[in-house]
């Protein structure tokens, strides 16, 4: 059974930067995607952003697209979220999650592996 353990969160000043680990506890099939999804209290879990493990592609959600940035590292089974230009509206839990199956999606219902969250606040 992999699990997910995400690193990196923080405090930030608006306009700064963090990066974002998720390390996988074992190997990440192939099939996998692998995403991100932040949540701010009082509001829903969001999507940001997502990568397939085996191919080039790549979502963002419109509110991070060109300064949020998602890699992976096979060597390391672990994903990257580079956060720039940070903003105050940034602040939330972020969690990494992966889908196993070979859908690509941007919901959080097609995620069945889910880490325990990192804490980014963003001061403005």
């Known amino acids: 059974q992999v699990t997910l353990v995400e690193s990196g969160g923080g405090l930030a000043q608006a306009g700064g930067s963090l990066r974002l680990s998720c390390a996988a506890s074992?190997?990440?099939?192939?099939?996998?995607?692998m995403g991100w999804f932040r949540q701010a209290p009082g509001k829903e879990r969001e999507f940001v952003s997502a990568?397939?493990?085996?191919?080039?592609?790549?979502l963002y959600a419109d509110s991070v697209k060109g300064r949020f940035t998602i890699s992976r590292d096979y060597a390391h089974d672990t994903v990257y979220l580079q956060m720039n230009t940070l903003k105050s509206e940034d602040t939330a839990v972020y969690y990494c999650a992966a889908d196993r199956g070979w859908t690509f999606s941007t919901s959080a219902d097609k995620y069945d592996l889910w880490g325990q969250g990192t804490q980014v606040t963003v001061s403005s």
């Open positions: 990568i397939r493990w085996s191919g080039p592609n790549t």
């Open positions: 074992g190997s990440i099939s192939s099939s996998y995607t």
